[in-house]
């Protein structure tokens, strides 16, 4: 089992930038395709954007040319850069592995609130 941390999010005006953070306990991340997920309130939760072990990346058309997906193996984290943030990007973000059969059980999430 992986026990994941979320953290950086908080409150930001529209327009501006965030970076998340998830902390990944076990060498098995380094192997393991990742994503960040979403999920807003009265919403399901979605996945917005995934990186597989050897850096490729793919995101949901809701955040391509806003969001950027990175990780380091070495220190078994996995990053979101958020930048042009906008009201509906306001949700609790998680991080997982991006395979349904490879998930473990899901961290804290981190709350990203974007409002003037």
């Known amino acids: 089992q992986v026990r994941l941390v979320e953290s950086g999010g908080g409150l930001v005006q529209p327009g501006g930038s965030l970076r998340l953070s998830c902390a990944a306990s076990g060498s098995i991340f380094r192997i393991t395709g990742m994503g960040w997920y979403r999920q807003a309130p009265g919403k399901q939760r979605e996945l917005v954007a995934t990186?597989?072990?050897?850096?490729?990346?793919n995101y949901a058309d809701s955040v391509k040319g806003r969001f950027t997906i990175s990780r380091d193996n070495v220190k078994n984290t996995l990053y979101l850069q958020m930048n042009s943030l906008k009201p509906e990007d306001t949700a609790v973000y998680y991080c997982n592995a991006a395979i349904l059969t490879s998930m473990w059980d899901w961290g804290q999430g981190t709350q990203v609130t974007v409002s003037s």
């Open positions: 990186i597989t072990s050897g850096g490729r990346t």
